[in-house]
């Protein structure tokens, strides 16, 4: 690997999450894993050979299969828990615009975050507990709200997500999109675990 692959791989990395790259700095696997995705990214970017060229829209050489694994293994380097789902929303797009994606990095990072934001919006208006009458959406909601919990105090997320959610329905929603607002409620709680 030469200096500016180095970079390169740095700065994959460095656009994950938070949590996922505290998990890397504490799991030596999932960081070599982590790097192993980026560098096959990079090799794929970088190899003209392997992003075929859209001359023909009906060329059998550049098979939807071949362009989807491709992408997909780009779109996994960002670690966002849905590559598959954001590489399907990808591969919608003309055949055109996603060997676009291939070559560019920067166009692929964009369509990423913004497929993500487009999934995330979807799971909040699925967590919508207007009717809180449903055990299920309050069991859903939950499940969603100790996820995130866990990631911030894993030995307390029960006890603090049985106390956040005798907040509100209202609240509740807010703090599954506002992470900052999350971190205030569950540092309160862990205050009032402490007394």
Known sequence: MNEEEDLETLGMLLELPG???????????????????????????????KV???????????????????LFELVDVYNTGHSQKITGMLLEQH???VLNLLSDPKQLEEQVNFALKT?????????????????DDTD??????????????????????????????????????DHTMLEVAVQKAQAALDT
């Open 95 to 97: 055949k055109e615009a």
């Open 52 to 70: 075929p060229s859209c001359k023909d829209e009906d060329d059998v050489s550049v098979s939807s299969d071949s362009l989807g694994e491709q």
């Open 140 to 177: 859903r909601l939950g499940e969603k709200l100790f996820s995130l919990v866990e990631e911030l105090d894993p030995l307390h997320a029960n006890d603090i997500t049985g106390m956040l959610l005798e907040m509100e329905p209202a609240v509740l929603q807010q703090l599954l999109s």
């Open 19 to 49: 949590p996922v790259l505290s998990q890397m700095l504490q799991d030596e696997a999932t960081l070599n894993a982590a790097v192993e995705k980026a560098l096959r990214a990079l090799q794929l970017a970088q190899e003209p050979s």
């Open 119 to 135: 999934l995330t919006e979807q799971s909040v208006e699925e967590t919508d507990i207007s009717d809180t009458s449903d055990a």
